[in-house]
């Protein structure tokens, strides 16, 4: 069936690096569009990054994070670099298609401690 599965979360030091993966199976995977979105106990989830024909990101991680994706592999990354406490929160994988329900992931943690 559909799934979205992110791996990569971890414990790292502030400027640190992490690369998050969300390999995508039971759709087509090249015709959405995928973001990275992260959330935090009791805050909304935020939009991070998202990639279809270009890329857009929250100016929070813009020049420290970047998205891209392998349609081959039908894989979306997220490399995010310089982390920050703030950083902290479970990154979900999201993939979107116009008129197609919106698929998720179940997340993976990140946390940024020194």
């Known amino acids: 069936q559909v799934q979205l599965v992110e791996s990569g979360g971890g414990l790292v030091h502030p400027g640190g690096s992490l690369r998050l993966s969300c390999a995508a199976s039971?759709?087509?995977?090249?015709?959405?569009?995928m973001s990275w979105y992260r959330q935090t106990p009791g805050k909304e989830r935020e939009l991070v990054a998202t990639?279809?024909?270009?890329?857009t990101y929250a100016n929070s991680v813009k020049g420290r994070f970047t998205i891209s994706r392998d349609n081959a592999k039908n894989t979306v990354y997220l490399q995010m670099n310089s982390l920050k406490p703030e950083d902290t929160a479970v990154y979900y994988c999201?993939?979107?298609?116009?008129?197609?329900?919106?698929?998720w992931g179940q997340g993976t943690q990140v946390t940024v401690s020194s």
């Open positions: 990639i279809s024909d270009t890329t």
């Open positions: 039971g759709f087509t995977f090249s015709r959405y569009a």
């Open positions: 999201h993939a979107h298609r116009p008129l197609y329900v919106d698929k």
